[in-house]
């Protein structure tokens, strides 16, 4: 389990509450600065949860891999200040024409002392993500995995899908990605979500076509 906290942080204290509740250990990836909040990063990982960087170095840098390394170290080091950090995560960054994950192209995850990548360093998995507000692969640009066993998830739309996914493939390892600002827990939430979602899926679709 894999929650990316983009914005919205009081929904990452939720889903942290519910999932140590039944006794799961997930991964919490933080934005910095937009979701860099050290007591609230300090509570989840208090709970046993893993706690991430989701950097997004090449699109601040405009490219410039030796400026994204600065900034990769600064950022790295202000969560360790606080909470121990094994592996990282890059930000899609839609609307930036620069791939973050292309940082690793010019620098090595010793160089960091990091055990690895949430996207490179995991092979031959059943991938699921919500990004886009489906789990399929409409309104996604950069969320994919090179190696992921189900390319295919043209029948993967809503949760129940998502269910029966699972319950039919068996995976020996299922990845699952949510994103817990797009979760509601109430009806009028969940309008006012979908209406974002929906507005931001507009913007995302051409933007595709040019990747």
């Given at each position: 389990m894999r929650h990316d906290i983009?914005?919205?942080i009081h929904k990452a204290v939720d889903?942290?509450?519910i999932e140590h509740d039944l006794g799961i250990r997930a991964t919490y990836y933080f934005r910095h600065p937009y979701t860099f909040k050290p007591a609230v990063i300090q509570k989840i990982g208090d709970?046993?949860?893993?706690?991430?960087y989701h950097y997004e170095v090449m699109?601040?840098?405009d490219g410039d891999p030796v400026y994204a390394k600065e900034l990769f170290q600064k950022e790295i080091d202000d969560f360790r200040t606080y909470v121990p950090v094994k592996t990282v995560c890059m930000h899609g960054a839609p609307l930036s024409k620069f791939d973050n994950r292309n940082f690793w192209d010019y620098h090595s995850f010793e160089e960091f002392d990091l055990s690895g990548e949430a996207y490179l360093s995991m092979n031959?998995?059943?991938y699921y993500s919500d990004t886009g507000r489906n789990w399929s692969n409409a309104h996604k640009i950069r969320d994919s995995l090179k190696n992921q066993l189900n390319s295919s998830l043209d029948d993967v739309k809503s949760t129940p899908?998502?269910?029966r996914s699972i319950e039919r493939n068996k995976p020996h390892v299922a990845y699952i990605l949510t994103h817990p600002e797009r979760w509601a827990g109430s009806p009028g939430?969940?309008?006012y979500l979908w209406g974002m979602d929906s507005a931001v899926n507009i913007v995302k679709k051409p933007l595709g076509y040019f990747r």
């Open positions: 983009d914005r919205r889903f942290a509450h709970m046993g949860h893993e706690i991430g699109s601040k840098a031959d998995v059943y899908d998502l269910i939430e969940w309008l």
